[in-house]
Antibody, heavy 123, light 110 residues
């Protein structure tokens, strides 16, 4: 069964850093765009970042631009989210989500989600 | 304040039909495909509709999607208690160069 598995969440102090990983075994690497989507406690979904299948294109929500970096290693079928200068408002469950291939910005959807990893930013 | 606007809540009786609206603009819904997600309590979201009106394998035809200009609608017929969940619309916003979601709609099956 194809699945996504996130890891790397935890408790971090304000101003600190974390790196999330999303392992994606079971489907061909380098084809599908991958996104991170987060959900603060009791709140709705917030898209965070996307990376194209090749890794050549990346986009970020304004709320994380300049602080978060998305990357991928297709040889390991893994996507990463490097999070720096963390703030209290970054506290959320972070989901890895698989997007489409090709014109992924136009054909925008997430057809596979991980279970999420909780990031808590607090002193 | 979400870029896409959804009603906070809707409700209907078992067996009835409900629709959930998602309103946007020409930079998002007007020029890109819309998708819909169901999030049951304590679980990750699940794709219900993609490319405005297509259902992934395994999603029953009780769920339908449509789009007109800068708005989209999710329809659910034959409501079941198991449909109680939060529902989100999503798309790409070409002006913001960002993915956007609606604020979510909580469905209650009375």
């Amino acid at each position: 069964e194809v699945q996504l598995v996130e890891s790397g969440g935890g408790l971090v102090q304000p101003g600190g850093s974390l790196r999330l990983s999303c392992a994606a075994p079971g489907f061909t690497p380098g084809i599908y765009a991958m996104s991170w989507v987060r959900q603060a406690p009791g709140k709705g979904l917030e898209w965070v970042s996307v990376i194209s299948g090749s890794g050549a294109s990346t986009y970020y929500a304004d709320s994380v631009k300049g602080r978060f970096t998305i990357s991928r290693d297709n040889s390991k079928n893994t996507v990463y989210l490097e999070m720096n200068s963390l703030r209290g408002e970054d506290t959320a469950v972070y989901y890895c989500a698989k997007g489409s291939s090709g014109s992924f910005l136009h054909y925008w959807y997430f057809d596979l989600w991980g279970r999420g990893t909780l990031v808590t930013v607090s002193s | 304040q979400s870029v896409l606007t959804q009603p906070p809540s809707v409700s209907a009786a078992p067996g009835q039909k409900v629709t959930i609206s998602c309103s946007g603009s020409s930079s998002n819904i007007g020029n890109n495909y819309v998708s819909w997600y169901q999030q049951l309590p304590g679980t990750a979201p699940k794709l219900l509709i993609y490319e405005n009106n297509k259902r992934p394998s395994g999603i029953p035809d009780r769920f339908s999607g449509s789009k007109s200009a800068t708005s989209a609608t999710l329809g659910i017929t034959g409501l079941q208690t198991g449909d109680e969940a939060d529902y989100y619309c999503g798309t790409w916003d070409s002006s913001l160069s960002a993915g956007v979601f609606g604020g979510g709609t909580k469905l209650t099956v009375l």
